[in-house]
């Protein structure tokens, strides 16, 4: 099985990296152009323009979300070494939730101007989906570092303990942005927003000071 | 012809990768945002989300299959270390269906609830073109496997069969699924599911003892 | 400038490559799915996907239209060892043809199974597109064979101009197929596939005997 | 931090070439296929096509902005050997950015024939989201500059001024370009186009002669 390792997770990298460029590059599609033509009488393009506003801040927080958490996936995967059908099963599985990402953050541009009813059901939507990919991360990560033999030998066994603690507290704010959703879009999305940027924020484990270990050689090829 | 080999496959693989990639991904654009302004009086957005539960489920089992069969053209790739002119022609004519997946994946989707007459031609044309392209991709590995020279030399001819075996027992039940289409879509789904889960497991050739081999020299670069 | 080649070229090739598979993959998202609510009494869906038989084979024609330029397009660069601004910017301008297909793939979808006047009009468009997309293929081609110290340096000028006299060769059936369709649609898709099919079988250089290159070297990496 | 350099930038590069080739390539999605049953009578197909100039002068003029703006993000990142989360952050929100491109297109496409409010209204917005990106792209290049540790230590501080220079400039140029847009749509398409043309030309620093650098060392891999 060891034979087939650095190879393995690097072509699983590239193949995630991907489906992570496309899904970000595709929320581009969901902002329509608008049509003046259906355009109640008097009304001029730029204002046409301006009422899409839910579109472009849909379009901009999944940017974010996205980019995220492929920074964070890749953060990992410096760390595996080694891959199985687990991982391969579990990577497919979180790829599933990003690559379905697109769906919901069209329907949060569709109705995040709309009826309270309806805006509270795409922002549920909305937080839910990142919930569940959030959630597929943490089990990604668990499954890892339960089984260390994926792992860097060379990692401390504190630094993976800190990566957990990390992935299930960021979990918990997931789930929370998901409660809150029921109560407040706003609040929910202003939250989600904030996790992104703390999750783009270095590591623990790269705060440490710099030592020699396995990955360097690693990255020679 | 020798000079191009290692480079070469790892370019067909690159694109190969990029059409898998970018196939799966584009899976979920077949997924409508529901318009409630079509909707009946009454409707709700939650309603008309869980109506189109078959957009959510073709989406799985298709995001399933091209998962599942990139994983397997990856693992086959990793024996194959040299290319001609039929492996590539072979390559693109397989990545022809496997780029058309999200055809049919639409149509499921469109008509999985739908009458039976139509759920039921939906769901013979899904099966029959993940059929097709377990046909190629079987017709691929014969050709492999027929020509040796672009097979790694130091590849037991017992590894060689027990995956000819592998490919040609899974394109028999390729050919089941499609069959079973024609009385039953549910079950035929099932079954998809199914195969879609047994080939992601381990290999007979990945569970015998290590040895060392040429490959692992390979993957040095 | 020359410590920037290998790697230079090696990025140009990965960004059309990326090009390439995108282009090849979004060519599904022609084939619509049939409405039957549109459909006139009586229709059945299978005689409805029937009736987009335009569809399936204007994908098929240009799936492998694109996978034979990239085929060929990744045969080239194997002897292209530097870059420079010419060549970014031709290989840019090729690729904008590249990217192009998939629209006069649609237009032939569309009108294929139409009137006459309208199905001759989609058929110049798309084999005018080809041609276009040949002709700057060609163009790079010369441009790099003119400035040979873009080549390979062991490269033998027989082989070079082999090549050059296959391209321009091939140029001028594609301004051929583009003449015929303006008097018989069929007759210039017909040619179109045989030039596809011609052009992916090996070229004479690869017929030749075998022999140390510094290519073989740069394939280490 | 120094141990994740050399792969850090390679991926994030990797990454980035997914974005540009997806967007580039997404362009023609924009460019419908005319509808003749929507056409006035009398209409033929060529005409039909030949009204949709805008969509194709838009695709053009983006395909152009974008392979530039890509060929340029790859010469920078050449020079640049690590990374830190502010250059991720940075290049995300710079890919933000560039994966909008296809909107403004599209707007482009839309309105560019239409009255005069309404093409002006769109030239406007195609104008300011180019300018935006290349804001964001001077910033990364500041950023980077301005914490020279991310750089190669072997680049001369002349060289890394005349960058800056040139970007300072170009920014300059872009939003020279925005201004005008509010006064002839035309004119600033022009000099759009103009500025990619020059940008794609050589820069200063490679028209130095070759002098041995330790980049010459990392591409070695």
Redesign the interface.
Known sequence: ????S??DTG?I???S?????????????E?G?P??NDAPLGA???GE?ADQWPSYLA??IS??QI??I??NH?NRF?FIVRS??GL??LN?LF??CV??I??PT??LA??LG?TT??SA??GI?YAGSLMVTAFFFTLLWLYVAGSRRLLDQSLDLTIIRAMTRRYVLGMLFYILAFAISFVSLAASLVLLVVLALLF???EAS?RTP?R??R??QR???
């Open positions: 099985m060891d034979r087939r650095g190879d072509r990298e590239a193949f990296d991907g489906v992570f460029a496309i899904a970000i590059t595709l929320l581009v599609i902002i152009v049509h003046m001029t393009l730029f323009l379009y901009v940017f974010l980019g995220v492929w920074a890749h410096r199985d059908h391969l099963f497919i790829l599933m690559a379905f697109p769906f069209a329907l569709e109705y709309e009813t309806e059901t795409a939507v783009i924020l270095p790269e710099e020699p270990s990955r360097s990255r020679i090829r």
